[in-house]
Nanobody, 125 residues
Framework: QVQLVESGGGLVQAGGSLRLSCTAS????????MGWFRQAPGKEREVVAA????????YYVNSVKGRFTISRDMAKNTVYLQMNSLKPEDTAVYYC??????????????????WGQGTQVTVSS
């Protein structure tokens, strides 16, 4: 069983920054990609950013390009999401997820089997 534990959410003013962390553990943990998704009230879950673990390729949804950066520490099985220039529309519950197997479209949610419990990010105007 794989556990994903997120941290770093909170309340921040527009224009501010937050850094989310997600550490994976478990005897069966293996990864092809890890990603961050978010879901705002009344909206569908969407991918925010994802990274292919071994090669470092990244994917970002258009709305966060230039503001968010995904990175990983392979030794710590940890993925980070640095969020700068936050906007009120970034308010959502953010989920970390793990895709254990190779997928062509590795950034879409169907590729991800393991999910964290979510961390709230609230951006005030």
């Amino acid at each position: 069983q794989v556990q994903l534990v997120e941290s770093g959410g909170g309340l921040v003013q527009a224009g501010g920054s937050l850094r989310l962390s997600c550490t994976a553990s478990g005897r069966t943990f293996s990864t092809y990609a890890m990603g961050w998704f978010r879901q705002a009230p009344g909206k569908e879950r969407e991918v925010v950013a994802a990274v292919r673990w071994n090669v470092g390729n990244t994917y970002y949804v258009n709305s966060v390009k230039g503001r968010f950066t995904i990175s990983r520490d392979m030794a710590k099985n940890t993925v980070y999401l640095q969020m700068n220039s936050l906007k009120p529309e970034d308010t959502a519950v953010y989920y970390c997820a793990n895709a254990p197997r190779s997928k062509t479209n590795w950034w879409i949610s169907d590729a991800y089997d393991d999910w964290g419990q979510g961390t709230q990010v609230t951006v005030s105007s």
